[in-house]
């Protein structure tokens, strides 16, 4: 990976930020992911935090602070531009994860509002949404949320002047160019267009969080039947 | 054993070093706002070091000990009575079974620890028994303490004093509070962020020596700062990036804000600082209307601070527990 674009601003005693870009960019944020993985297999971090177009890292500082006392942000930057600049990148091939969602109705209250903003028939919005390939950016927000890039530009939508206080587990929703699934129920300002019945987040699963960053995810149309099955089946 | 919990207090937690390793899946750390203070209370009961023990904001709870439990404050100096005697903080005090602890307000400081001998023993969530407000983990979904709540205490041996017959007992020794709980108003380091030359030169000056005082919104994720707004020299369109305890956000309003323990993961404002970590406890016991201000440091500095701080606080902590071995109080 060619590491001369790259920035290095230390960030805190602990932790370094790698960043590779000022823009969301599904490309960019691919280098982010491709790197994680190597930075994670080759270097001692503590915690790699990667964002659309930049990652934290988080180390000891002692440990990278040789005998002569040298900047340990300089020690590690070192490192990671040899680990980066060695050549293969992206040992990984990204996890794929199919998302089942039950579009519109009670589980996409704002699903006719957006197809009215957008002038596009409900149909046809769920179709554009359904017929993308998304990439897992990054996650925050809560516990497990993903920021999903690749949405139909078409499908770009304001976020709702009044926000919810409580946006129900599984929706899936628009904000903005992007589109994301809320883990847990939390307050939120995101256009909802539908729901899944599975459980992204789970404190007891390993890993915790169904996703991870720089997976790939599709969504597939299921009924209120199936909907209810799966979610009879996830609590069996 | 266990401790019920009588009246719950301003906003009681349970807090321990917090989670780490899990910013990438969202979770942020959480764990004690004043970290060399939990640490301490621990040490006085003589815990290994790691469990975790209640933090207490601005007024604590009352709560009753079923059975007899050694424990220690520390912290801002906090009331705490059982019956009519008072309890001295930074103590071992050892109290009787069917004791109840009244906590009550703090003179100055804004967050106390309640160590007990054992710890809170609540069933650890990625790692940690701390509560997260926000993400809902730990405790009872990461809520605060409730009337009511039955909180248990892990297994230790019994702490022995020369007199530890008597129901109501403090060790005879103590720590001094300086400088683990330091409310000189001396100013917290502040180093650069990454959009610290964005400020306009004016308000790079007042972020460096003006006084702002702690917002009455500030909590565990943020201690607002109030004061004359600061401003960029041109608006900024920024994407999320990664956010730790102790970045200094800018967000539209001008008034920055500090990340605390309860940190999100990522954020989008402008970051026009961090503070120094050896610094953090202090900004933590700041409370709502206390004035503040900060002084430009260097990282290598901040470094150089936080390792003197670390060794020091390590001393100590092995200080204390071969104290509590030669007083005879643990079994070697």
């Given at each position: 990976?060619?590491?001369?674009?790259?920035?290095?601003?230390?960030?805190?005693?602990?932790?370094?930020?790698?960043?590779?870009d000022?823009?969301?960019?599904?490309?960019?944020?691919?280098?982010?992911?491709?790197?994680?993985?190597?930075?994670?297999?080759?270097?001692?971090?503590?915690?790699?935090?990667?964002?659309y177009?930049?990652?934290?890292?988080?180390?000891?500082?002692?440990?990278?602070?040789?005998?002569?006392?040298?900047?340990?942000?300089?020690?590690?930057?070192?490192?990671?531009?040899?680990?980066?600049?060695?050549?293969?990148?992206?040992?990984?091939?990204?996890?794929?994860?199919?998302?089942?969602?039950c579009?519109?109705?009670?589980?996409?209250?704002?699903?006719?509002?957006?197809?009215?903003?957008?002038?596009?028939?409900?149909?046809?919005?769920?179709?554009?949404?359904?017929?993308?390939e998304?990439?897992?950016?990054?996650?925050?927000?809560?516990?497990?949320?993903?920021?999903?890039?690749?949405?139909?530009?078409?499908?770009?939508?304001?976020?709702?002047?009044?926000?919810?206080?409580?946006?129900?587990?599984?929706?899936?929703?628009?904000?903005?160019?992007?589109?994301?699934?809320?883990?847990?129920?939390?307050?939120?300002?995101?256009?909802?267009?539908?729901?899944?019945?599975?459980?992204?987040?789970?404190?007891?699963?390993?890993?915790?969080?169904?996703?991870?960053?720089?997976?790939?995810?599709?969504?597939?149309?299921?009924d209120?039947?199936?909907?209810?099955?799966?979610?009879?089946?996830?609590?069996? | 054993?266990?401790?019920?919990?009588?009246?719950?207090?301003?906003?009681?937690?349970?807090?321990?070093?917090?989670?780490?390793?899990?910013?990438?899946?969202?979770?942020?750390?959480?764990?004690?706002?004043?970290?060399?203070?939990?640490?301490?209370?621990?040490?006085?009961?003589?815990?290994?070091?790691?469990?975790?023990?209640?933090?207490?904001?601005?007024?604590?709870?009352?709560?009753?000990?079923?059975?007899?439990?050694?424990?220690?404050?520390?912290?801002?100096?906090?009331?705490?009575?059982?019956?009519?005697?008072?309890?001295?903080?930074?103590?071992?005090?050892?109290?009787?079974?069917?004791?109840?602890?009244?906590?009550?307000?703090?003179?100055?400081?804004?967050?106390?620890?309640?160590?007990?001998?054992?710890?809170?023993?609540?069933?650890?969530?990625?790692?940690?028994?701390?509560?997260?407000?926000?993400?809902?983990?730990?405790?009872?979904?990461?809520?605060a303490?409730?009337?009511?709540?039955?909180?248990?205490?892990?297994?230790?041996?019994?702490?022995?004093?020369?007199?530890?017959?008597?129901?109501?007992?403090?060790?005879?020794?103590?720590?001094?509070?300086?400088?683990?709980?330091?409310?000189?108003?001396?100013?917290?380091?502040?180093?650069?962020?990454?959009h610290?030359?964005?400020?306009?030169?004016?308000?790079?000056?007042?972020?460096?020596?003006?006084?702002?005082?702690?917002?009455?919104?500030?909590?565990?994720?943020a201690?607002?700062?109030?004061?004359?707004?600061?401003?960029?020299?041109?608006?900024?369109?920024?994407?999320?990036?990664?956010?730790?305890?102790?970045?200094?956000?800018?967000?539209?309003?001008?008034?920055?804000?500090?990340?605390?323990?309860?940190?999100?993961?990522?954020?989008?404002?402008p970051?026009?600082?961090?503070?120094?970590?050896v610094?953090?406890?202090?900004?933590?016991?700041?409370?709502?209307?206390?004035?503040?201000?900060?002084?430009?440091?260097?990282?290598?500095?901040?470094?150089?601070?936080?390792?003197?701080?670390?060794?020091?606080?390590?001393?100590?902590?092995?200080?204390?527990?071969?104290?509590?071995?030669?007083?005879?109080?643990i079994?070697?």
């Open positions: 990976m060619e590491t001369a674009s790259i920035q290095f601003e230390p960030f805190a005693e602990d932790a370094l930020l790698l960043r590779f000022h823009r969301i960019d599904a490309a960019i944020n691919a280098r982010v992911h491709a790197a994680v993985a190597t930075l994670q297999r080759d270097l001692p971090l503590l915690e790699c935090v990667p964002a177009a930049s990652v934290l890292l988080r180390f000891d500082p002692l440990a990278w602070q040789d005998t002569n006392a040298t900047d340990p942000h300089q020690s590690l930057e070192q490192a990671v531009r040899s680990a980066l600049g060695a050549g293969e990148t992206s040992p990984l091939l990204p996890r794929e994860r199919e998302i089942p969602v579009y519109g109705g009670a589980h996409g209250p704002d699903l006719a509002e957006v197809a009215q903003h957008l002038g596009l028939p409900t149909g046809e919005v769920i179709a554009r949404h359904v017929a993308a998304y990439r897992v950016a990054m996650l925050g927000f809560a516990p497990g949320f993903p920021y999903l890039l690749g949405l139909d530009p078409t499908l770009a939508m304001p976020r709702r002047r009044d926000p919810r206080q409580r946006v129900p587990a599984g929706s899936v929703a628009i904000g903005g160019a992007q589109t994301g699934i809320y883990p847990d129920q939390l307050p939120g300002g995101w256009q909802l267009i539908g729901r899944t019945p599975l459980c992204l987040f789970d404190v007891t699963a390993t890993p915790p969080s169904l996703l991870g960053a720089g997976d790939r995810v599709r969504f597939r149309i299921i209120e039947e199936e909907l209810q099955h799966l979610e009879a089946e996830q609590l069996a | 054993m266990s401790v019920t919990v009588l009246k719950p207090g301003l906003l009681s937690t349970l807090q321990d070093g917090g989670r780490s390793g899990h910013a990438a899946i969202g979770v942020g750390r959480a764990g004690a706002m004043d970290v060399p203070a939990w640490r301490l209370a621990n040490a006085l009961v003589g815990n290994r070091g790691g469990e975790a023990a209640l933090e207490c904001t601005l007024r604590g709870p009352t709560l009753r000990f079923e059975r007899a439990a050694w424990i220690a404050l520390t912290g801002a100096p906090i009331q705490a009575h059982v019956g009519a005697v008072a309890l001295p903080p930074w103590t071992a005090c050892r109290l009787p079974a069917g004791g109840v602890l009244q906590l009550g307000g703090m003179a100055i400081g804004c967050r106390s620890y309640l160590a007990v001998r054992g710890g809170f023993d609540v069933p650890p969530v990625l790692g940690s028994r701390s509560s997260d407000l926000h993400a809902r983990l730990g405790h009872e979904a990461g809520r303490l409730q009337a009511g709540d039955v909180l248990p205490i892990g297994h230790a041996g019994e702490l022995r004093g020369p007199d530890a017959t008597q129901s109501l007992h403090a060790s005879c020794w103590g720590l001094d509070p300086q400088p683990w709980f330091d409310f000189a108003l001396a100013p917290i380091t502040l180093l650069h962020g990454s610290w030359s964005q400020l306009d030169e004016a308000s790079q000056q007042r972020l460096h020596g003006a006084r702002f005082s702690i917002g009455t919104d500030s909590n565990r994720t201690s607002r700062l109030d004061g004359q707004p600061l401003q960029l020299r041109a608006p900024l369109e920024l994407i999320s990036e990664a956010a730790l305890p102790g970045t200094m956000q800018l967000p539209p309003s001008g008034q920055p804000i500090v990340l605390m323990a309860e940190a999100p993961v990522t954020g989008g404002y970051r026009i600082g961090q503070v120094a970590a610094d953090l406890p202090r900004l933590a016991q700041r409370r709502p209307g206390d004035a503040v201000c900060f002084r430009h440091g260097s990282l290598d500095d901040a470094i150089t601070r936080l390792a003197a701080r670390e060794q020091a606080l390590g001393a100590l902590l092995k200080n204390l527990a071969q104290r509590l071995q030669q007083d005879g109080c079994d070697g």
